[in-house]
């Protein structure tokens, strides 16, 4: 019972640590963690509910099949495949972020290992300027020079059995397709389900208990020993698509 009770405070401490390392300032606490959302003929299907219950949604760009993103580290590559066939909005909006540079000079600003292999977490566009406070990193997200708020994407879970992904903006106890396997590459939020923006970790061991309420979008292919490298501080020299970039659909 002794380890039990200590294997999960352990994971109640990481977790917390993540949702706080999420991309928005609000200190808002989610009512819908961990409850199932989707039950009988009241799922949305992504074409009903892109343009109705989540605004802005039919803004953001997505991506339709997959791609292939490389990052450099510490001088040393790291291949992703950028699953947009399961998560076309959260991979869509990661691919959009690579292709314009947003990624390129931005620190790694929690990595997590003890008590035990956790995430590796960056992508916080305040990380650019080596003046920005470190201890206050963690708190930024992408914003949008043409609109000048931050871009906020969706929680977005496709579980499985599911022809999409069918759950957006609230959290899941469905297993889904796209699970915290090591070398899965998922977007931090804060405890607003619909706060990630440009956030995003690697994930360094099996990490099941954040399914479904955390969006993979993705995962290592090459280069995990890199990952398992970063140390806190480190930055992303570049981060470049390779493949299925005729895959991202942006709005007119």
Avoid: W
Avoid at 45 to 62: C, F, Y
């Amino acid at each position: 019972m002794q380890l039990k009770v200590s294997n999960f405070l352990v994971a109640f401490l990481i977790v917390g640590a993540l949702t706080l390392g999420g991309c928005s300032t609000q200190d808002v606490t989610s009512n819908s963690a961990g409850t199932e959302t989707n039950t009988g003929n009241t799922t949305s299907t992504v074409s009903e509910i892109i343009s109705e219950n989540i605004p802005g949604m039919k803004n953001l760009p997505r991506l339709e099949g997959k791609a292939t993103v490389v990052m450099t580290v510490n001088g040393s590559p790291i291949t992703i495949e950028v699953d947009g066939t399961n998560a076309p909005i959260t991979a869509g909006n990661f691919v959009d972020l690579v292709q314009k540079g947003v990624y390129d000079g931005l620190v790694f600003h929690r990595v997590v290992r003890d008590p035990q292999p956790f995430v590796v977490q960056g992508g916080d566009p305040q990380g650019k300027d080596p003046k920005f406070p470190a201890n206050r990193l963690g708190t930024g997200g992408y914003i949008d020079p043409e609109t000048g708020s931050e871009r906020r994407i969706p929680l977005e879970i496709k579980p499985m059995g599911a022809e999409q992904p069918i759950i957006y903006g609230q959290t899941t106890r469905r297993p889904p397709v796209l699970q915290h396997k090591m070398g899965a590459v998922a977007m931090a939020r804060s405890q607003m389900p619909d706060s990630a923006s440009s956030q995003f970790y690697f994930a360094l061991a099996d990490l099941g208990f954040l399914d479904g309420n955390y969006a993979v979008f993705g995962n290592v292919t090459d280069g995990f020993d890199v990952v398992n490298k970063i140390q806190q501080g480190d930055r992303i020299e570049s981060a470049k698509v390779t493949q299925g970039a005729e895959n991202l659909k942006t709005p007119d």
